[in-house]
């Protein structure tokens, strides 16, 4: 029961996010959500105390992603 609650708000939670990043999208006439536009959302929604931890996140996530891709070019 609790676990089924905690999943439900959890997806409400990530619908709410992506929700605002694809209004977003839209407007600039794109059709992929990316990293930024999911940090634009969670900053517009409330959630700005987040934004700074998470854009280290994603610049870590960037440079090992890139690293671990460009080693057998």
């Given at each position: ?7 439900k ?10 929700s605002?990043?694809?209004e977003k ?6 059709k992929?959500i ?8 969670i900053n517009?929604?409330g959630f ?5 931890i ?7 996530y960037?440079?090992?992603?890139y690293a671990?891709n460009w080693?057998?070019?």
């Amino acid at each position: 029961m609790c676990f089924r609650v905690i999943n439900k708000i959890i997806d409400r939670f990530i619908s709410f996010i992506t929700s605002e990043a694809c209004e977003k999208c839209k407007n600039e006439k794109r059709k992929t959500i990316n990293g930024e536009d999911l940090l634009y959302a969670i900053n517009t929604l409330g959630f700005e105390s987040y934004v700074d931890i998470l854009k280290l996140y994603l610049n870590k996530y960037r440079e090992v992603w890139y690293a671990a891709n460009w080693i057998g070019c």
